[in-house]
């Protein structure tokens, strides 16, 4: 892309063939070159250094020391930091967005969309900055007074995926902040550059505000640098959002330290298509989730459940959906589905499409690794959708890419049971006009997901919620409502005011 010189300079980012350079303790490193292809068009960005342990050492360090002073900030006032952070993005929001499209593959809308989302979290955390409430109340005890307050942790470490690179750094670095605590980011070493410019975004903040760096730090690499933090007994939460096997390993070394984790794993999610569906609202909801961001979000359709007396119907509207599709550069104003993040992760597809003709699926619609100049960067496939039964391995297991499986069932209690029968449960959603159908779904028996949604699809989700899911997608929630509780330490307080001392449960202890 012609212009990416120009992005990067207005983001402060000096690329040259030797690395972005960085020249700051909380984000400085000595480590070998990470380079940052996009897979748009294959063509290298920029490269950076890594962080090698004493560069990570440092950066906690300069977090550290940096919690005291901002922990003693009050709260409103931090929360007016981050107004100001909200408002320089609001303002590098073009810049940004189309950075992360052209290193991310997703569509410039989305892109922009993920900024947005960003200045919607600054927005939220600052009003949150006036609400961390702690319950009040009434002792057993004559003259005394209990309540509960919530203290920050210290440093949070953050480590993040390729596929929201930035948003979900900023519910996580946000929150934290407006809580008092300190975030040391270690984010895709898939995606390092979108992290280096939000970081000179909130640098220019913290010195106009005369704070110390340390309250935003970066560490950059791969999993051996996710390990330093999750080992590190010096940090106070660890949020993770990745993989499975990522979030097992973390949620392990941090539980053999007795350590606070926030996990955000994989989904495996489905929508139920009842008989009464309004199929003109299910279509596009459903080929939204399953193809969006080329079926890598989390929240992305993987499972489509549909009755058996409409199975033909929605099949025959998906096909002819499907064949108006435009691939290819997600930059371009009109294009439905970008690139995979890169070839490993098209590799995966097709060994996802092997394995599901092996199982004995049939393809709806064909599944292609496409070729040509416009192609050139090999990370392009088409979207694709496939009859499957629930049980098949294949079908149990996310697969980051946009393969659709289809369905059918003939009661809604089996709806249910087959949208409920994976490991997984993030997002789920039920299309439906009857109101049995949709209050079964949402009930104590109905999806076991951390988000259940009725007539709109699985995929995205708005920041006013608290946001996560449940079994192995980690049980983590983050972003809106009272997620901010799990970046803070509550404390109960009694106060005794009176004269005597009385103990509780009517104890008595003379002397
Ligand atoms: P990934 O697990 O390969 O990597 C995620 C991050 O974890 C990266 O920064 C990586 O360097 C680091 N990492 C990997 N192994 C680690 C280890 N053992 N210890 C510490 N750090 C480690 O995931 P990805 O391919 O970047 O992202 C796709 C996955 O993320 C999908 O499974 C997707 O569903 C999931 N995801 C979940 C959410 C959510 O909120 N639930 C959001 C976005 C993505």
Same mark, same amino acid.
């Given at each position: 892309?012609?212009?990416?010189?120009?992005?990067?300079?207005?983001?402060?980012?000096?690329?040259?063939?030797?690395?972005?350079?960085?020249?700051?303790?909380?984000?400085?490193?000595?480590?070998?070159?990470?380079?940052?292809?996009?897979?748009?068009?294959?063509?290298?960005?920029?490269?950076?250094?890594?962080?090698?342990?004493?560069?990570?050492?440092?950066?906690?360090?300069?977090?550290?020391?940096?919690?005291?002073?901002?922990?003693?900030?009050?709260?409103?006032?931090?929360?007016?930091?981050?107004?100001?952070?909200?408002?320089?993005?609001?303002?590098?929001?073009?810049?940004?967005?189309?950075?992360?499209?052209?290193?991310?593959?997703?569509?410039?809308?989305?892109?922009?969309?993920?900024?947005?989302?960003?200045?919607?979290?600054?927005?939220?955390?600052?009003?949150?900055?006036?609400?961390?409430?702690?319950?009040?109340?009434?002792?057993?005890?004559?003259?005394?007074?209990?309540?509960?307050?919530?203290?920050?942790?210290?440093?949070?470490?953050?480590?993040?995926?390729?596929?929201?690179?930035?948003?979900?750094?900023?519910?996580?670095?946000?929150?934290?902040?407006?809580?008092?605590?300190?975030?040391?980011?270690?984010?895709?070493?898939?995606?390092?550059?979108?992290?280096?410019?939000?970081?000179?975004?909130?640098?220019?903040?913290?010195?106009?505000?005369?704070?110390?760096?340390?309250?935003?730090?970066?560490?950059?690499?791969?999993?051996?640098?996710?390990?330093?933090?999750?080992?590190?007994?010096?940090?106070?939460?660890?949020?993770?959002?990745?993989?499975?096997?990522?979030?097992?390993?973390?949620?392990?070394?941090?539980?053999?330290?007795?350590?606070?984790?926030?996990?955000?794993?994989?989904?495996?999610?489905?929508?139920?298509?009842?008989?009464?569906?309004?199929?003109?609202?299910?279509?596009?909801?459903?080929?939204?989730?399953?193809?969006?961001?080329?079926?890598?979000?989390?929240?992305?359709?993987?499972?489509?459940?549909?009755?058996?007396?409409? *199975?033909?119907?929605?099949?025959?509207?998906?096909?002819?959906?499907?064949?108006?599709?435009?691939?290819?550069?997600?930059?371009?104003?009109?294009?439905?589905?970008?690139?995979?993040?890169?070839?490993?992760?098209?590799?995966?597809?097709?060994?996802?499409?092997?394995?599901?003709?092996?199982?004995?699926?049939? *393809?709806?619609?064909?599944?292609?690794?496409?070729?040509?100049?416009?192609?050139?960067?090999?990370?392009?496939?088409?979207?694709?959708?496939?009859?499957?039964?629930?049980?098949?391995?294949?079908?149990?297991?996310?697969? *980051?890419?946009?393969?659709?499986?289809?369905?059918?069932?003939?009661?809604?209690?089996?709806?249910?049971?087959?949208?409920?029968?994976?490991?997984?449960?993030?997002?789920?959603?039920?299309?439906?006009?009857?109101?049995?159908?949709?209050?079964?779904?949402?009930?104590?028996?109905?999806?076991?997901?951390?988000?259940?949604?009725?007539?709109?699809?699985?995929?995205?989700?708005?920041?006013?919620?608290?946001?996560?899911?449940?079994?192995?997608?980690?049980?983590?929630?983050?972003?809106?409502?009272?997620?901010?509780?799990?970046?803070?330490?509550?404390?109960?307080?009694?106060?005794?005011?009176?004269?005597?001392?009385?103990?509780?449960?009517?104890?008595?202890?003379?002397?």
């Amino acid at each position: 892309m012609k212009e990416i010189h120009d992005i990067l300079g207005k983001l402060g980012i000096a690329a040259s063939n030797n690395g972005v350079s960085t020249g700051q303790t909380s984000w400085q490193g000595g480590g070998a070159l990470l380079e940052s292809f996009s897979p748009v068009d294959g063509l290298k960005i920029a490269a950076l250094t890594g962080s090698v342990k004493t560069d990570y050492d440092r950066a906690v360090e300069t977090a550290t020391l940096a919690f005291k002073k901002w922990r003693s900030i009050p709260a409103p006032k931090r929360g007016e930091i981050v107004r100001q952070m909200g408002a320089k993005l609001r303002e590098r929001k073009h810049e940004l967005g189309t950075l992360v499209s052209y290193e991310m593959g997703k569509s410039l809308q989305e892109g922009l969309g993920e900024v947005q989302e960003m200045i919607d979290i600054c927005d939220f955390a600052t009003g949150l900055s006036r609400q961390l409430y702690g319950l009040t109340m009434h002792s057993e005890r004559p003259q005394h007074r209990m309540y509960e307050q919530w203290h920050p942790l210290g440093v949070t470490g953050i480590i993040s995926a390729f596929n929201f690179p930035v948003a979900v750094w900023s519910w996580n670095a946000m929150i934290a902040w407006v809580c008092g605590n300190v975030c040391v980011w270690k984010p895709s070493e898939k995606t390092p550059l979108t992290a280096i410019a939000c970081q000179h975004i909130i640098q220019q903040v913290l010195k106009d505000n005369e704070v110390p760096e340390g309250v935003s730090c970066i560490v950059s690499g791969g999993r051996e640098v996710g390990e330093w933090l999750a080992n590190d007994p010096r940090i106070g939460l660890v949020s993770a959002t990745g993989s499975i096997p990522m979030g097992r390993s973390v949620g392990e070394a941090v539980a053999r330290r007795l350590g606070k984790s926030l996990l955000e794993l994989g989904g495996n999610n489905a929508i139920i298509v009842t008989p009464t569906a309004d199929l003109k609202v299910a279509v596009p909801g459903i080929v939204f989730g399953a193809v969006g961001t080329a079926g890598q979000r989390c929240t992305s359709t993987r499972r489509l459940i549909v009755h058996e007396s409409i *199975f033909e119907e929605v099949k025959a509207r998906l096909k002819k959906a499907y064949g108006q599709l435009k691939i290819g550069n997600p930059l371009v104003e009109g294009i439905h589905v970008g690139p995979l993040i890169d070839r490993p992760a098209v590799t995966q597809y097709e060994n996802a499409v092997a394995e599901i003709r092996k199982s004995g699926g049939r *393809f709806v619609v064909e599944p292609a690794v496409l070729t040509g100049e416009e192609y050139a960067s090999g990370c392009y496939v088409a979207p694709c959708i496939a009859e499957v039964e629930n049980h098949f391995a294949i079908v149990q297991h996310e697969t *980051f890419a946009p393969i659709l499986y289809m369905i059918p069932y003939s009661e809604p209690d089996e709806a249910i049971a087959l949208q409920n029968d994976v490991p997984q449960g993030l997002s789920s959603a039920i299309f439906t006009n009857d109101l049995r159908d949709a209050e079964r779904f949402l009930s104590h028996a109905g999806s076991d997901c951390g988000i259940a949604n009725v007539n709109i699809g699985t995929s995205g989700a708005e920041i006013g919620g608290a946001f996560g899911g449940e079994k192995e997608t980690g049980g983590g929630r983050e972003s809106g409502s009272d997620a901010w509780k799990a970046y803070m330490r509550r404390q109960t307080n009694t106060i005794n005011y009176g004269t005597a001392l009385p103990l509780a449960q009517g104890i008595k202890f003379e002397i």
